[in-house]
């Protein structure tokens, strides 16, 4: 029996259905009528291909500061359920990445999506990112697209849903393309960025919980726990 993976690209998982735990499909559409609010306000992004992919001098650093704020674009904002997955449906998984190997939004092309806590820009010198670091997770093709997307899907689901904590340290999470182009390692990246990096007790108890919300299989198995690095935004 072939493994059944939490995708919405439908190429993997064209017959995956959701019931309550009583299987009752009717008690679900009835409760998903009433509008269910989440505990933060979220905020769709894109990160566009920037031009410069070099910064050799002081100069020119601040110049791809400029470039990467000027090429991250908000794209729609949402508070609930309902809203989330009208939006999450015309979304790209990973797996379709994999086999487009861009990612495009109209004529550019596309680095990175993102979800960010409504006022919090998803740059490192925003207010909360600044004292924060992230947590990222490589993923290598040969992974499978329906464990990438698995992967992802946890992640948002758990950071929106607000079931990853302390989910207050949260600001953001992005999908980053690293399969080609400049700077390319091969890899796709998940990122979870937080505040209060200092804070080692809350960072280590967040990390664990990221940790189990990934490896978390649609059975309530779990997966093999990925390789987790932990960058600092405070160290340039």
Known sequence: MATAYLSFNENLNSNLKFTSEEGDTEVTEETLKKELLLRYKWVFWNQIVQKTEKAPDRAANAKTKEEYSNATQKLSTFASVQDFWALWTHMPQPSELLEQKRMSSGADTVDA??????????????????????FQFQLKPSVGGGQIDEYWNNLVLGVIGSTIEPACMITGIRLVDKLSGPRAAGVIRLEVWFSNYEDTQAVNALRRSVEQCLATRLDGSTSQVLKCETKSHGKH
Not at 120 to 128: F, N, S
């Open 113 to 134: 999506l993102m979800i960010f806590r409504e006022n919090v820009r998803p740059e490192w010198e925003d207010e909360l990112n600044a004292t924060g670091g992230h």
